[in-house]
Nanobody, 115 residues
Framework: QVQLMESGGGLVQAGGSLRLSCAAS????????MGWYRQAPGKERELVAV???????VYSNYVKGRFTISRDNAKNTAYLQMNSLKPEDTAVYYC?????????WGVGTQVTVSS
């Protein structure tokens, strides 16, 4: 059974940094991509960043230059380093795992940026 364990969310002041982690377990097929999405109150879920195996990294224009996604393949863990955080980055951040057998979501971790 695939499980995603997210961590690293919290409350931070504008201009600060946070690092999110997403550890995947129970994987029985190849990973096509790992990424992060976010959903703010009253808004739809949106892409933050995705790292495709053997492919390019894609960032939302809203976070490009401030956020960095990375992955430790040995640990099946993805990271999202978030710098220069803004109040508009406040949202629930969801880990997304794309396997050859399906797509999986974490339960989300809250990131709140105060002004």
């Amino acid at each position: 059974q695939v499980q995603l364990m997210e961590s690293g969310g919290g409350l931070v002041q504008a201009g600060g940094s946070l690092r999110l982690s997403c550890a995947a377990s129970g994987i029985s097929s190849s990973i096509n991509a790992m990424g992060w999405y976010r959903q703010a109150p009253g808004k739809e879920r949106e892409l933050v960043a995705v790292l495709r195996t053997g492919g390019p990294i894609v960032y939302s224009n809203y976070v490009k230059g401030r956020f960095t996604i990375s992955r430790d393949n040995a640990k099946n863990t993805a990271y999202l380093q978030m710098n220069s955080l803004k109040p508009e980055d406040t949202a629930v951040y969801y880990c997304n795992l794309q396997l050859t057998i399906g797509i999986y979501w974490g339960v989300g971790t809250q990131v709140t940026v105060s002004s």
